[in-house]
């Protein structure tokens, strides 16, 4: 059974930082590029951040690139989204994705979600 649960999310102070977890199982974690997307009510969910299978490159949305970290570890299964200099603005849910395509299919995979919270 494929699985994707996320952790960390919570209330912080604006200009905290929070660490976001998601473990995974069910499927081979390392062939997928894995993915944090974050959405709230107004806006269209938002790709923030991407790491590839290997973890060798990273892309971030322009609004949280200098604050954002995204990593992996293949052998937890688990990929992280270090968040630094929250801003209220990044108050959303944060939603793991587990992405591979493969002979022309696509296979995604998708958390529940974790509420970020940042308000004084």
């Known amino acids: 059974q494929v699985r994707l649960v996320e952790s960390g999310g919570g209330l912080v102070q604006p200009g905290g930082s929070l660490r976001l977890s998601c473990a995974a199982s069910g499927f081979a974690f390392s062939k997928f590029d894995m993915n944090w997307y974050r959405q709230t009510p107004e806006k269209e969910r938002e790709l923030v951040a991407t790491?590839?299978?290997?973890?060798?490159?990273?892309n971030y949305a322009d609004s949280v690139k200098g604050r954002f970290t995204i990593s992996r570890d293949n052998v937890r299964n688990t990929v992280y989204l270090q968040m630094n200099g929250l801003k209220p603005e990044d108050t959303a849910v944060y939603y793991c994705n587990a992405h591979w395509v493969f002979l022309l299919r696509n296979y995604d995979y998708w958390g529940q979600g974790t509420q970020v919270t940042v308000s004084s």
């Open positions: 790491i590839t299978n290997t973890g060798g490159s990273t």
